[in-house]
């Protein structure tokens, strides 16, 4: 089965700075999402990302705040910038594979902690 | 917009029993239903779905799922509990191309 893998998987960071996190599939996919998830919630929605294209944003989510790149079709970065303690949450990739219909599968995540 | 609610936060259960999970939703138009399951420190896993057909879906590790129009529900069941399915379930809900998760509920299965 096709495999998704995140990097890091988890981090520590100091408030005010960035990281940026990498999703990777192995196989071609049609879609590509980001997720998060904060402590003891439910999952929302980041935004979708396209490929070669600027990423599609939900509401409560900017692009400056959260730049995604999607330069293939199968690998997609995602940055938090500027950190805060309340960026402390665990972000998830997911995509819908090539062929396949409508559910989505997740990668397994990065833990970001923000001091 | 597409909405599932999960009214238990939590589903204490015994080994050997089986289990409930419920979901309730509320869509316009027709729904697209999603169970996923998330272990600790892992990622979500995809269970099952329901676009249309049967209203009892069959998904992974022994669970299925009923559809029920009237109700308004998409509940989870499997028939005999394992200590191995203490997890946390999410419902959904496709909204347009994303999923639309509910609140999440947390089932312990005991020995």
């Known amino acids: 089965s096709a495999v998704i893998s995140q990097k890091p998987s988890r981090d520590i960071c100091q408030r005010g700075t960035s990281l940026t996190i990498q999703c990777q599939v192995d196989?071609?996919?049609?879609?590509m999402f980001w997720y998060r998830q904060q402590p003891g919630q439910s999952l929302t929605l980041i935004a979708t990302?396209?490929?070669?294209?600027?990423?599609?944003?939900e509401s409560g989510f900017v692009i400056d705040k959260f730049p995604i790149s999607r330069p293939n079709l199968t690998f997609s970065t995602l940055t938090v910038s500027n950190m805060s303690p309340e960026d402390s949450s665990i972000y998830l990739c997911s995509v819908v594979f090539r062929g396949g219909i409508d559910e989505q599968f997740f990668g397994p995540g990065t833990r970001l902690t923000v001091l | 917009a597409q909405s599932v609610a999960q009214p238990e936060d939590q589903v204490n259960v015994a080994e050997g029993n089986p289990l409930t999970v419920k979901c309730t939703y509320s869509?316009?138009?027709?729904?697209?239903l999603f169970w996923y399951v998330q272990y600790p420190n892992r990622g979500l896993q995809f269970l099952l779905k329901y676009i249309t057909g049967d209203n009892l879906v069959k998904g992974s590790y022994g669970f299925e799922a009923e559809f029920n129009k009237s109700q308004t529900s998409f509940h989870l069941k499997k028939p005999s509990a394992l200590v191995s399915d203490s997890a946390l379930y999410f419902c959904a809900v496709r909204d347009g191309r994303k999923l639309v998760f509910g609140t999440g509920t947390r089932l312990l299965v005991s020995p």
């Open positions: 196989s071609q996919v049609t879609m």
């Open positions: 990302a396209n490929q070669g294209s600027e990423a599609t944003y």
């Open positions: 869509v316009s138009g027709n729904p697209y």
